[in-house]
């Protein structure tokens, strides 16, 4: 018994730390997205995977000190007008003539910086310089994901002018990890992007057509629970903290559908490709000689095994995956249950 009661206290100690399209799908998707590039950069990729993955979140971490960092992350398409999508011109000197730099900056600028990045990890690649071209693929990844966040497209960000408080962290941060053991996470390769600016365009405007259904699903996932049923109530420093169940989580995700999975797997695929015409732009430099020493037989084994797991969609079942799927506390509950019984 008093071994169980230490297990559940370690494993609740972890589970109360959150990620921020959350750390925890940042992550994954990073980790993704090295098996969809093109053998000439895999190796090199590969070798710096754990690096690469950590750093993921880098940009998120920066928002506490930084304060020209938050806008960086997002676009309020709906200030800008009702026909924004087809209205908003895609490069930024063109927009700011339109709308103005300072409205620009007001309501975030997610697609211009994620093109401003592009450049300078082009540039990285250009110089063969090792240490900027992971610091510049963890930057430019983390924004391009975040494009891919359809409530990051959004004033409604968190469904505050909705009623639905809670949303923007429930549907990027608590249903990846608590449903990433079911998806496939198997996407396409990278492409050469001709027009990198238009690609993250395309991307905003995907992501911004799927806020109707993410704000709608979750008014209909709620019509089957009451507050006690659909939130847990905590109390911490004198603070108190709404939060979703697992039980609601389950039914929103049901009513998502693939949606999630759908992001994640397209965000992979759009990271590879940036980096890959970020490294074509570059001249195409031979990743294998920046690497301080030779990849190695366990290490060409080792990515095999990944891409191969990769290639079927069951990473997760084959324990290859750098992030660890987060245990819910329904789960452990459950387990302590059949443990002291």
């Keep these: 018994m008093r071994k169980v009661l230490l297990v559940l206290a370690l494993v ?20 993704l997205a090295i098996y969809a590039l093109p053998k000439a950069m895999q190796a090199f990729y590969h070798r710096h995977m754990a690096t690469l993955v950590e750093t993921a979140v880098r940009p998120d971490e920066r928002r506490n000190s930084d304060p020209e960092e938050a806008h960086k992350h997002y676009i309020d398409l709906e200030a800008f007008g009702s026909n924004v999508l087809q209205e908003m011109p895609e490069a930024w000197s063109a ?63 968190d469904g505050q002018l909705t009623g639905q408080h809670g949303l923007h962290s429930l549907w990027e941060s608590k249903l990846p990890e608590q449903h990433l053991a079911t998806y496939n996470l198997k996407h396409a390769k990278a492409q050469y992007l001709s027009n990198p600016e238009h690609e993250i365009w395309q991307v905003v405007r995907e992501s ?32 108190t903290r709404k939060n979703y169940t697992d039980a609601f989580a389950s039914a929103y995700h049901q009513a998502l559908g693939t949606m999630v999975q759908d992001r994640m797997r397209a965000a992979a695929e759009r990271t590879a490709s940036f980096w890959y015409t970020c490294w074509v732009d570059g001249g195409k430099p031979d990743l294998d000689k920046l690497l301080s020493t030779p990849r190695t037989k366990t290490e060409n084994k080792q990515l095999k ?37």
């Design 12 to 31: 609740l100690s972890c589970s109360v730390l959150g990620y921020s399209w959350g750390f925890f799908g940042h992550k994954v998707i990073q980790q």
């Design 95 to 157: 927009a700011a003539a339109k709308y103005s730099k300072d409205s620009l900056n007001k309501y975030g600028i997610v697609p211009w910086e994620v093109v401003r990045i592009k450049g300078l990890l082009t540039q990285a690649f250009y110089r063969k310089d090792t240490d900027s071209i992971l610091y510049y693929s963890a930057d430019l990844a983390h924004y391009i994901q975040d494009a891919h966040v359809p409530l990051h497209t959004s004033l409604n960000h």
């Design 305 to 341: 095994r990944e891409l191969k797991a990769w290639k079927k969609g069951n990473l997760q079942e084959k324990d290859l995956l750098l992030t660890k799927i987060r245990i819910s506390l329904m789960n452990v509950v459950e387990w302590v249950q059949e443990k002291i019984a």
């Design 208 to 239: 911004h057509k799927l806020v109707p259904q993410v704000l709608s699903f979750e008014k209909q996932a709620s019509q089957n629970f009451t507050d006690a049923t659909k939130f847990t109530i905590t109390e911490r420093n004198g603070r």
